[in-house]
């Protein structure tokens, strides 16, 4: 009689982010709008799934979301808070663009001491590989549909603003058919 293969571990898509207020979410969908008419190469991330990822951790074992969420909100907790203001907007990759994006500026360096610390740590548990680029804080806005060609012209840059961050969320990502959608798995306020 042979034995059984062990069943495979349920995984899940997990990324870490910073959680924008929702006033912030507001003016940066209301400045995009005019954007997204003028350029119909162009889909729009919902309103509520825009926010500024901290480590990408991929495919991931259901059994790490709560070793991965302490860390979260030990590393949020011991922030400081995150002081943030809009930049630039930004075609990414600048050379042949997938993403609008709006660049942001870390007003403290709080931000990325928070990456920065987050990475280590779960790269320390496994959970994550460093990116070889330098971390380049900003919000996507929208993606470029596939196959279209958009002008890489850079966007007038949103009015001012500056805000803090309002938590560390550990995220699970689900791919679906209208694009990806994002389940927040964990909340970490920020000290």
Do not use: N
């Amino acid at each position: 009689m042979s034995e059984a293969a062990p069943a495979e571990a349920a995984k899940a898509r997990l990324f870490v982010a910073l959680e924008l207020p929702e006033p912030v979410r507001a003016a940066l969908a209301a400045w995009r709008a005019p954007l997204l008419r003028e350029l119909p190469a162009l889909r729009a991330v919902a309103p509520e799934a825009l926010h500024v990822t901290l480590c990408f951790l991929g495919w991931r074992e259901e059994a790490a979301i709560a070793p991965i969420a302490a860390i979260v909100g030990r590393c949020a907790g011991a922030s400081g808070g995150v002081g943030l203001a809009l930049g630039e907007p930004l075609w990414l990759p600048p050379r042949r663009p997938r993403v609008l994006a709006l660049g942001l500026e870390d007003r403290h360096g709080r931000l990325d001491a928070l990456q920065a610390e987050l990475a280590g740590q779960l790269a320390e548990g496994g959970w994550y590989e460093p990116e070889p680029r330098p971390y380049l804080p900003h919000v996507t806005l929208a993606r470029v549909r596939a196959g279209e060609p958009v002008s890489r012209a850079a966007p007038a840059p949103p009015p001012a603003l500056a805000f803090d961050g309002a938590a560390v969320v550990l995220y699970r990502s689900r791919l679906e058919r209208a694009g990806a959608r994002y389940e927040p798995l964990f909340a970490g306020r920020l000290a």
